[in-house]
């Protein structure tokens, strides 16, 4: 039988009351679960996912439920997208600088900040995956805020004091955070016949529109 055991993690989430300096304990923080999960042996019998996969069996589904439910020219988005972060994801390559064991849902109603402290929740989408990806989670997630810019600097500078990232690192970040925008419409889709979703279409607006943007569609 598999048993879960959780205990409660002091600290409150922020939003919109974000600042950078907030964000800057959390670019530091995830450094430093990179620092610890890259040190990580699995045991036997350790199996995780792997995050922003984009094997040609997934750009294929992906793609079919685009179509399905968007018609054939947001699918052709949809798949462009997903070429564009697949090349990313093999410049990055797949070496223990780059590609490790990573949260994968590191927003803001994922880490809790408790005297001054950082800690976060919900490792449920943990598994293998390339180390920026984790930062194209936290970044997607705060890009509407009007301070976008500055929180952005505040979190690359967090990381960095920890840990190396790499030196083409703004060309690698937007590829990977079209992919989460993509994950994001595709789990409105699966989620749009749930009664608490009554809204999903027009996230999937939202979404599409970001991505046509990025294409330059």
Request: charged share 30%; with cysteine.
């Amino acid at each position: 039988r598999i048993c879960v055991l959780l205990r409660w993690v002091e600290g409150r989430f922020l939003d919109t009351g974000l600042t950078p300096r907030h964000m800057d304990r959390v670019g530091g923080f995830m450094a430093h679960l990179h620092v610890h999960a890259l040190a990580f042996e699995p045991p036997e019998g350790f199996v995780r996912g792997r995050l922003g996969d984009t094997s040609p069996e997934v750009a294929t589904f992906v793609e079919d439920m685009v179509t399905d439910v968007r018609g054939r020219d947001a699918a052709a988005i949809a798949a462009e997208v997903i070429s564009r972060a697949r090349e990313t994801q093999r410049a990055l390559g797949d070496n223990p600088e780059a590609f490790g064991l990573i949260h994968g849902d590191l927003h803001q109603e994922n880490y809790l900040f408790h005297r001054g402290d950082v800690r976060a929740i919900d490792f449920d989408d943990c598994g293998w995956g390339h180390l920026l990806w984790d930062l194209a989670v936290t970044l997607s997630e705060v890009q509407y805020f009007p301070n976008y810019e500055t929180l952005r600097t505040a979190v690359l500078r967090g990381y960095r004091r920890v840990r190396r990232l790499p030196e083409d690192l703004e060309r690698h970040l937007e590829p990977l955070m079209a992919l989460r925008r993509l994950q994001l419409m595709l789990w409105f889709l699966e989620q749009r016949d749930d009664p608490a979703f009554t809204n999903w279409e027009d996230e999937v607006k939202m979404l599409q529109a970001e991505l046509n943007a990025f294409v330059g569609a």
